[in-house]
Nanobody, 121 residues
Framework: QVQLVESGGGLVQPGGSLRLSCAASGSIFSINAMGWYRQAPGKQRELVGRITSGGSTNYADSVKGRFTISRDNAKNTVYLQMNSLKPEDTAVYYC???????????????WGKGTLVTVSS
């Protein structure tokens, strides 16, 4: 079994910061890209940021310059540093990992259960 567990969500005022973490555990052979997605009420899930195993990153235009994604490959953990938060950043944030459970199977996507981020005064 593979588990992705997010932490670090909560309530923050506009302009504030939060740091999300997501640790992958279980039977893992290798992890390719890891990323963060979010889903606001009544909206579709959207990519926030993604990072490859080599450290290349890409971000949604709406978060560029404010959010930073990073990862610790030794800990199978991905982070999302969120600064200058806006009310429109309010959403459930989901961790995603494209990983392989062993050398004989193809990589596939795994998802965490999500952590709620609320930006409000």
């Amino acid at each position: 079994q593979v588990q992705l567990v997010e932490s670090g969500g909560g309530l923050v005022q506009p302009g504030g910061s939060l740091r999300l973490s997501c640790a992958a555990s279980g039977s893992i052979f290798s992890i390719n890209a890891m990323g963060w997605y979010r889903q606001a009420p009544g909206k579709q899930r959207e990519l926030v940021g993604r990072i490859t195993s080599g450290g290349s990153t890409n971000y949604a235009d709406s978060v560029k310059g404010r959010f930073t994604i990073s990862r610790d490959n030794a800990k199978n953990t991905v982070y999302l540093q969120m600064n200058s938060l806006k009310p429109e950043d309010t959403a459930v944030y989901y961790c995603n990992a494209d990983l392989r459970r062993n050398q004989w199977v193809a990589p596939r996507d795994y998802w965490g259960k999500g952590t709620l981020v609320t930006v409000s005064s």
